[in-house]
């Protein structure tokens, strides 16, 4: 698992930067109803993706959570006042308090199925009866778009998937949420290359190869193979789900 506060001051420029951001928070809004008043964005990282909902919905009040200081304190760079450092697991917050909670890309890294069931609820208390949850799912399948890249690391171990569709609308339901749609977007500038991966390999990005592991290096001269070496394959394409909570009866 990286280093989320040493990763802050880079983290932005090798994820995709602002178009991705973009693109995921067009696609997020479009699953949160218009006439959304208040917003938490649980594990808001640097606050990329967060300050751009607030930007795009002026009657938006956001409010961003993340357990890392690193993250949390360049998140509140951003969006000065709107941050607080928590742990998804236990918000601090009262129930029903937002219309709308989003979660980017924070459910593939939890440990496991007990860790993803414990935010979902989270989410699901602070949420208000009538009000929206969007998250992203499938994370890690996303990168793998059929190139000699993925062909390549096709053998290597590979950590369960926490936020496997299924898996998370079960959670979910659960919850007492219901379904209600579905977004992709796609990761701009997040297409691998040959020399882009091995580094990556090397940094300790693929965690269940880890750096001084053999396989790296393995994985690394295979790589070094491929033809191309700077050239980005295709941009991986994110899917959202978005969930809705019940009005509370008459």
């Given at each position: 698992m990286l280093d989320y506060d040493k990763e802050a001051d880079a983290y932005d420029v090798t994820r995709g930067g602002e178009p991705r951001a973009a693109a995921a928070a067009e696609a997020v809004l479009g699953l949160v109803p218009e006439g959304a008043r208040r917003l938490l964005d649980v594990a808001c990282g640097t606050g990329i993706v967060t300050r751009r909902f607030a930007a795009a919905r002026p009657g938006l009040r956001v409010t961003g959570v993340d357990l890392t200081y690193g993250m949390a304190r360049t998140a509140a760079e951003r969006l000065p006042g709107a941050i607080v450092l928590a742990d998804s697991r236990r918000l601090p917050f009262p129930d029903g308090a937002f219309d709308a909670v989003t979660s980017v890309w924070l459910l593939n890294l939890l440990d496991g199925p007990g860790d993803v069931r414990e935010v979902v609820a989270e989410c699901a208390r602070v949420l208000r009866p009538g009000g929206a949850y969007v998250t992203t799912v499938d994370k890690a399948a996303a990168h793998d778009v059929g190139s000699d890249i993925d062909a390549v690391l096709a053998p290597r171990p590979r950590r369960p998937a926490q936020d496997a569709t299924e898996a998370v609308t079960s959670y979910a339901v659960a919850c007492g949420l219901d379904p209600v749609g579905r977004a992709r977007f796609p990761?701009?500038?997040?297409?691998?290359?040959?020399?882009?991966?091995?580094?990556?390999?090397?940094?300790?990005?693929?965690?269940?190869?880890?750096?001084?592991?053999?396989?790296?290096?393995?994985?690394?001269?295979?790589?070094?193979?491929?033809?191309?070496?700077?050239?980005?394959?295709?941009?991986?394409?994110?899917?959202?789900?978005?969930?809705?909570?019940?009005?509370?009866?008459?």
């Open positions: 990761g701009v500038g997040q297409g691998r290359s040959p020399r882009s991966t091995a580094a990556d390999l090397r940094r300790g990005w693929f965690t269940r190869v880890p750096p001084d592991d053999p396989l790296a290096e393995r994985f690394a001269a295979r790589l070094a193979a491929l033809p191309d070496q700077d050239r980005r394959r295709a941009d991986p394409v994110f899917s959202v789900l978005g969930f809705r909570k019940p009005e509370r009866s008459p």
